[in-house]
């Protein structure tokens, strides 16, 4: 059996003194009203999977009103192991603490062990936001499938503030700065190495489900770098381009005090029928394609780990229409541990109700 929470107990955590958690291996519906604590408990979830959380909280923000300390528990279970995951919050001093099996350990020794896929109401303007948004959703992704991703990610935006120091200094050290680009293009080299595979593993998976979703509609996803065409080209190739970029653009860069080029000025874009979706595309399209893009992540979860992702859908079924309804639930099915939180039990079929379990939270 594939590993999958079986219990998420928390104690001072944000809304909650207590709270105890048993998900069904299938589809577990969380029911309330607003403002209940529905949203508190699918980011104590992504917390103990992903190792962060959608809201970027202040540790303060995680401890329940009174309290100085919260903690998060969570038992994984499959392929013949047992996990416990521990996340302990303290206000003062503001620290988070991960341990895994009784083992302090970073946030990177929880990510992957039960990788979660998390689909909420702030995800749905991901194609008509800026290009940041959409380059933070395909790194989040891609550091919890993969430690080397991880890593890059954070050299990179290290880096990257580094030499921006370096170049807004009024007279900045020339060889310094020739490191620190030889530096940044090996890293930012490596990085699209990383994101462009993983972007083409997730565009078939795009392609397909979106054509379930929109069959009379053909959807296209690129990555658009600041040094041109990248999918495909060899590490050095890359790296050899961002050098040349770095050199060619100096003046600029020293006069606006940023680096202009790299990984982290990219974009990803979305096309409809040829017509770019950002500006042409209709509400529905758009939440069509955030819709592909969150079941392709589930798939390719799968593809590169052998085991499905936990999905946390957080309040989404009040925005999406009930054909789109349908196809998330009929993605999720069986196979996909899966934790809804809604405040209307309408938004469900009969045939999703009767194979889920129902949880009300706050006397829904």
């Not at 990257?160 to 120091?165: F, L, S």
Request: charged share 30%; net charge neutral.
């Amino acid at each position: 059996m594939a590993i999958q929470l079986k219990r998420l107990s928390a104690w001072d955590f944000r809304s909650y003194e207590a709270y105890e958690l048993e998900p069904a291996a299938g589809t577990t519906i969380l029911v309330g009203r607003n403002a209940v604590g529905k949203t508190n408990l699918v980011e104590a979830l992504q917390l103990v999977t992903a190792g962060a959380s959608f809201r970027k909280p202040a540790p303060r923000e995680l401890v329940r009103e009174g309290a100085e300390t919260a903690r998060v528990d969570a038992r994984l279970e499959g392929e013949d192991r047992v996990i416990d995951v521990r996340l302990d919050v303290s206000a003062h001093p503001a620290k988070k603490t991960f341990r895994k099996n009784g083992k302090a350990c970073p946030a990177a020794g929880v990510r992957g062990i039960l990788p979660s896929v998390l689909f909420c109401p702030d995800h749905l303007d991901m194609v008509k936001r800026s290009a940041s948004v959409r380059r933070a959703a395909l790194d989040d992704f891609g550091m919890q499938l993969n430690d080397r991703y991880a890593q890059l990610v954070g050299l990179y935006e290290r880096s990257v503030e580094q030499r921006n120091a370096l170049l807004k200094e009024p007279y900045p050290d020339q060889g310094l700065l020739e490191a620190w680009d030889e530096s940044l293009s090996a890293t930012g080299a490596a990085l699209l190495t990383h994101r462009t595979a993983l972007l083409a593993r997730l565009r078939r998976h795009i392609e397909d489900v979106y054509a379930l979703i929109a069959p009379h509609e053909k959807i296209g996803v690129s990555y658009q770098a600041t040094i041109g065409p990248v999918e495909g080209v060899e590490r050095d190739e890359l790296a050899a381009r961002l050098a040349e970029a770095y050199r060619a653009g100096r003046a600029d860069e020293l006069r606006r005090g940023m680096t202009l080029v790299g990984p982290h000025r990219d974009e990803i874009a979305f096309e409809i029928d040829g017509r770019d979706a950002r500006s042409y595309g209709s509400q529905g399209q758009q939440r069509s394609v955030v819709l592909a893009w969150k079941m392709a992540e589930v798939r390719v979860t799968h593809d590169i780990l052998g085991r499905y992702p936990l999905l946390l859908l957080d309040d989404v079924m009040s925005e999406l229409d009930a054909t789109r309804r349908a196809a998330i639930m009929s993605f999720a099915g069986s196979d996909v541990q899966t934790v809804v939180t809604t405040t209307n039990l309408g938004y469900f079929s009969d045939k999703v109700l009767e194979r889920a379990k129902v949880v009300e939270i706050g006397g829904a």
